[in-house]
């Protein structure tokens, strides 16, 4: 499943090449089949989303955004995916969960590393794609993210009567890898969602003294929340649903390495046994060189 979805964005619809190799070639009609239900591979997502036009408009409108950058998109992935996601909250042989119960929140969420159902571990396939991460990556801004395929703090999400998130910033950094985090992902799942039962998205102003905006948790819809010094947000009206029906949505975390884009030394480059005369001597010049005097010699050796 996951090798099907590193093949990039366009080929999904687009015969293959002829000298294609056959274990990545998406031909046009593939599709992937979950208890019974045929998702075709060109309709996992809104490809419209995609396209160079659409990655400008986007970035605009999650800078543009209020009380601070984020985005809010509809129908970003399958709606039949997206049925079959959340019929795997009910799986009582499915995936582990951890009840939050504290003066500040109450929900209940997958743990890290967590067995997912089949059309949750393709949902998170696909965010969790080069392809898509790359989308992810352009419209924040925020160069070499890196994704978290064991979902700590992600995952499944669900809140039932009467449960509430007070106001809060997320962790600024990953308790078990120490990766910076830049931003969540998160669509949600609830179908005939009625803004009368409370438990909306709240996104508050830098001085945490009133909500700006809300977005209601409608089924299909995805905000893309980067993490900041003044990204608070929760939702704390009491979830009032009929017949206790939960709020449930799927979430992912991107990351950044803290030494992302730095100059490369030794440490990230291969060690070969056996190095030839002239790379020794290149090696000694750079220790002995002063850096400004190394990189005019480097500019120097191209030009000729």
Known sequence: MSALLSVPLEAWSAPPADDAPAAVAVPQGDFIS???VQLPLADLVDRRLFTPEE????????LQAQPFPHLVLDDVFSPALLALVAQEFDDPSGSRWKEMKTRYESTRRTVAGAALGPATQLYFDIVH???FTEWVSEITGVPYLLPDPKLYGGGLHESRTGATFAVHRDFARHAHIGLKNE???ITYLNKGWDPAWGSALELWDHQRQHCVTTVQP??????LLPHGPVSY???TRPLQAPDNRPRRSV???FYTSPVANQPVDLEAVSVFMRIHRI??????ARMMLPPVLWSAARRLVRRR
């Open 218 to 223: 409608e089924f299909g819809r995805t905000v």
């Open 34 to 36: 979950i208890r019974g």
């Open 233 to 235: 947000h929760g939702h």
């Open 251 to 253: 979430a992912a975390y």
């Open 55 to 62: 990655r400008v408009r986007l970035r605009a409108q999650l």
């Open 129 to 131: 794609s080069g392809w």
């Open 279 to 284: 790379d020794r001597a290149k090696a000694m």
């Open 183 to 185: 931003m969540v992902f």
